[in-house]
């Protein structure tokens, strides 16, 4: 009996040291590099075509972020080079505010989930062409299959794993994509890991059991992609002022942004790559 009490409390340590960690409030940084040998390599990420209208491409290169995440408010700062970049995603109101700052202009754009979900069924009640014209194309949401590997590696300090996401893409082709992940912490409630990773567009990644760190990826015009997570703060604090949408930005709500290059537009937002 001596040495059963013994082994089951160490027992209870263990599963105690390897709980996952539900994480409320955190920063972490992050890289995407992105090669696409179909794209123009010498083109600028932010650019003016000289009538007053700013182009923002991105996609290409490498772009450095900092997701700063409080209790399911979500900000993404990202370096583009030109320019910055930042995503404000406000869970409770289900709003995302874009931001940009380029060429001395800052300007931004707002949408809420009802109305990217009126833009993907083709517009509002009235259906004038301008909105038909908005018509944004399906979220892809295949049925996925998730095989946890043995494998293990460092990432960013941290000891992570490797997972294998199995799914058919949208020409019905089976595709299996390698994650790498750490077991020891996922974000807490009202976190969208689709909203911060949508130019990867990996199906399932909100599926895992932890928070992905890195993976490769290919898309279907060729671009090669590669994510991965370069430091990863679980203690730090987070100032709610973080979250608050800068005043001397000009920000508009996304069905007054022109994002076809129409006469009366000022704003054009392009995302290279594309889907799987």
């Known amino acids: 009996m001596k040495l059963i009490i013994p082994a089951i409390a160490m027992l209870f340590m263990t599963t105690l040291t390897h709980a996952q960690q539900v994480v409320n409030e955190a920063v972490i940084q992050m890289k995407t590099e992105t090669t696409n040998p179909n794209s123009d390599a010498n083109g600028p990420a932010v650019a003016n075509d000289g009538e007053g209208r700013v182009t923002v491409r991105m996609g290409d290169g490498e772009i450095k972020s900092k997701m700063y995440f409080k209790n399911g408010m979500t900000k993404i700062e990202s370096d583009m080079g030109m320019g910055t970049n930042q995503v404000i995603i406000d ?26 979900q009126r833009m993907m069924a083709g517009g509002n009640n009235n259906g004038t062409d301008s909105t038909r014209q908005q018509r944004m194309p399906q979220p892809f949401t295949p049925e996925v299959f998730i095989e946890y590997l043995s494998d293990t590696k460092k990432i960013a300090g941290m000891d992570c794993k490797k ?57 279907q015009n060729g671009a090669k992609v590669h994510f991965q997570v370069t430091k990863v703060d679980l203690t730090a604090k987070v100032d709610d002022k973080t979250f608050v949408v800068p005043k001397d930005y000009d920000v508009k709500p996304m069905s007054e942004m022109n994002q076809g290059g129409g006469r009366n537009g000022n704003f054009q937002f392009r995302m290279g790559g594309g889907g799987q």
């Not at 060429?103 to 809420?112: C, E, I, L, Q």
């Not at 790498?180 to 199906?203: A, K, L």
Request: aromatic share 12%; net charge positive.
């Open 91 to 116: 869970s409770k109101e289900k709003k995302t505010t874009t931001l940009f700052e380029a060429m001395g202009r800052k300007m931004g754009f707002y949408t809420t989930d009802a109305d990217m």
């Open 163 to 219: 997972a294998l996401i199995r799914y058919k893409d949208r020409r019905g082709q089976e595709v299996q994509q390698e994650v790498w992940y750490s077991p020891d912490f996922v974000m807490g409630e009202g976190f969208r890991i689709r909203d911060v990773m949508r130019m990867t567009n990996i199906p399932g990644l909100e599926k895992l059991k932890g928070f992905p760190m890195e993976f490769d990826l290919v898309r």
